[in-house]
């Protein structure tokens, strides 16, 4: 069974940087793509980075040229680099991952999965 997980989230000033996780586990598998959303209280969850199966990636205008999404050689981890932060940026990040994995009889399985968010706040 594939999980996902994002970590690296916290409490940082105006201007800082935090480097956010999507990681996959739990059977044999490899991340093709993955959505960064993010929900802010009251408001409605938005993409703001994709990162495509061929490497490419695409951002929100709200958060170009200070967000970069890479992915780690691992083909398990996703990471979300956010530079230049502001008081806007404080919400729940989640990561959508598309992800092939294989059962134990070696049966693949493609599926898209969601992980449970990790929360981002920056303060003034």
């Known amino acids: 069974q594939v999980h996902v997980t994002e970590s690296g989230g916290g409490l940082v000033q105006s201007g800082g940087s935090l480097r956010l996780s999507c990681a996959a586990s739990?059977?044999?598998?490899?991340?093709?793509?993955v959505n960064w959303y993010r929900q802010a209280p009251g408001e409605e969850r938005e993409l703001v980075a994709a990162?495509?199966?061929?490497?490419?990636?695409n951002y929100a205008d709200s958060v170009k040229g200070r967000f970069t999404v890479a992915r780690d050689s691992s083909q398990k981890v996703v990471y979300l680099q956010m530079n230049s932060l502001s008081t806007e940026d404080t919400a729940v990040y989640y990561c959508?991952?598309?992800?092939?994995?294989?059962?134990?009889?070696?049966?693949?399985?493609?599926?898209?999965?969601w992980g449970q968010g990790t929360q981002v706040s920056v303060s003034s």
């Open positions: 959508n991952a598309d992800i092939n994995s294989w059962q134990i009889d070696g049966t693949p399985v493609a599926g898209k999965y």
């Open positions: 739990g059977s044999p598998l490899r991340i093709n793509a």
């Open positions: 990162l495509a199966i061929d490497g490419s990636t």
